[in-house]
Nanobody
Framework: QVQLVESGGGLVQAGGSLRLSCAAS????????MGWYRQAPGKQRELVAV???????KYADSVKARFTISRDNAKNEVYLRMSSLKSEDTAVYYC???????????WGQGTQVTVSS
């Protein structure tokens, strides 16, 4: 079963940038999308950005024009470039893969992003 490992989180000052990476343990077949979600303390997990198998993307309104999602199919990796970071971007960021076949929905373990104001 495919596993996802995130990296690149950390502490950054407001206005700064970070790049998150998510590596899949094996080639992904039956791909619907790869994406990033986040969960702040006391809040529900929310979609940040997703890239579909055909290459189209979708972003949360709160991150549009600041975050960019991209994918390297050869490396089975997805990235999230975050710029102009705000304190409200502080959260645990999770990588997600959705598939047409089992296991259908795969999550990484999460990586902490903390933005200091």
């Amino acid at each position: 079963q495919v596993q996802l490992v995130e990296s690149g989180g950390g502490l950054v000052q407001a206005g700064g940038s970070l790049r998150l990476s998510c590596a899949a343990s094996e080639s992904i077949f039956s791909l619907i999308s790869m994406g990033w979600y986040r969960q702040a303390p006391g809040k529900q997990r929310e979609l940040v950005a997703v890239i579909f198998s055909g290459g189209s993307t979708k972003y949360a309104d709160s991150v549009k024009a600041r975050f960019t999602i991209s994918r390297d199919n050869a490396k089975n990796e997805v990235y999230l470039r975050m710029s102009s970071l705000k304190s409200e971007d502080t959260a645990v960021y999770y990588c997600n893969v959705q598939l047409y076949s089992s296991p259908y929905d795969v999550w990484g373990q999460g990586t902490q992003v903390t933005v200091s104001s």
